[in-house]
């Protein structure tokens, strides 16, 4: 399993159109906090990275002052962002918008990598939820986009986060496998006393569990899957619990069948007469911020390698725009070489081989056609896909 980052808790937008819902996982090692937003414009409980859209975005935190900000989103000058790093009490805050009057709007999903300055005490970072400087403005209909048929998008109300206590979250992580998930949840509370997620498909029967986090057990229904501790202490809440692996099916892809009005669809609070929080599913994408394709340098028939990114399938790749990346342009591994036209090399030439090039979907060196063994030599790309086998089916590319 990758490994585990703690994450902060989740709330919601209290406006009814749209949900939206803001958390950060932290990764302590690098003093960073990871801003994930997701927006419902129709209120929907089940929000995917596909769902909708964000326009502005403000967070502030308690206990540290930020060092920098990295936005995930736009080319250099579309989003304005400041940072106020030091205020009283300890708190500081960023606010990133387009200023531009473009009326442009952002994906759901990781928004910005916040980085905190050297000697933070990262366990006493957290979003502060009650602030007047934290909250998200959306587009009312995400697929509006200005000076395309509209002269303006209209913006729903800004989204606070000041409920109390905020609702729980049950997050499905993509992992590098298409067909498996990361079962966490995010509340206001370090810890909860059982997670149960329903679907309305009797597809759960047949699913496999692994990686659970010990000591919690996984209790498997026909619809239905739930996650406890048998020594009654809290199950922890911001890390993956266990990973849910499917079968090829209608609910091979999770989100098509998650049913929120499920009975068992249910987060239980630590109170001795367990009360259930309202219950959000975000899904779409991965809630850690490795990226298994950043040794990615080549784009087949060009591109920019920045833009790499896993596809989900199994085994992994990176694409970027559709075309497959690699961790560097095909080359030629080639022991032999022969005239052009041949169908075998020549001993004589032998010494040819190290000079052989990529040319199309064939190694030469000049006029020469070059071999491997005794059949002709192809240009071989690696993978850049982090874990994955070299020179698999997939890693073959010719240009």
Sequence with gaps: MQKLLWALSLTFGMAADPLTALFAV??????????????????????????????ALSVQFKGGAIEAVEMKHGTPGQLSTQISSKMAGGKSFFQSSDLGGAGLSWPNGLAATVTFQEGTDMGAITIDYGS????????????????QGK???LTA??????????????????????????????????????????????????????NALTPNQVIQGTTDFGIWRTDGKPVPTGVPLTRVVTKKGACDRVANCLD????????????????????LFVHGASFSPFNPCE????????????????????????????SPC????????????????????????????SLCTASGSACKVGAFECFSGAAACT????TCFAGAQVNSPETKATE
């Design 379 to 382: 240009p071989v790309a690696t």
């Design 132 to 147: 007047m400087n934290t909250y998200v403005v959306s587009p009312k209909d995400p697929s509006c986009v200005p000076n």
């Design 26 to 55: 932290k990764d302590a090692a690098k003093r960073q906090m990871h801003v994930h937003v997701y927006s419902s414009p129709t209120g929907s409980t089940v929000i995917g990275v596909a769902d909708g859209k964000w326009k």
């Design 260 to 279: 929120p009005s499920h009975r068992n669809s249910v987060v239980e609070d630590m109170s001795k007469a367990a009360r259930p929080y309202s219950v």
């Design 157 to 210: 109300p800004a989204a606070f986060f000041n409920s109390d206590p905020p609702p729980a979250v049950v997050g499905l992580s993509d992992t590098e496998e298409s067909s498996s998930y990361d079962v966490y949840v995010f509340a206001e509370a370090d810890g909860i006393k059982q997670v149960s997620v329903g679907f309305s498909s009797d597809a759960v029967a047949g699913w496999k569990f692994a």
């Design 151 to 153: 002269a303006f998008c």
């Design 295 to 322: 040794s990615c340098t080549y784009v087949k028939g060009g591109g920019d390698a920045a833009a790499c990114m896993s596809t989900g399938s199994s085994p992994g790749t990176c694409s970027a725009g559709g």
């Design 326 to 353: 690699f961790t560097a342009a095909p080359s030629c591994q080639c022991d032999g070489a022969g005239p052009a036209g041949g169908d075998s090399p020549t001993p004589a030439l032998v010494s040819l081989a």
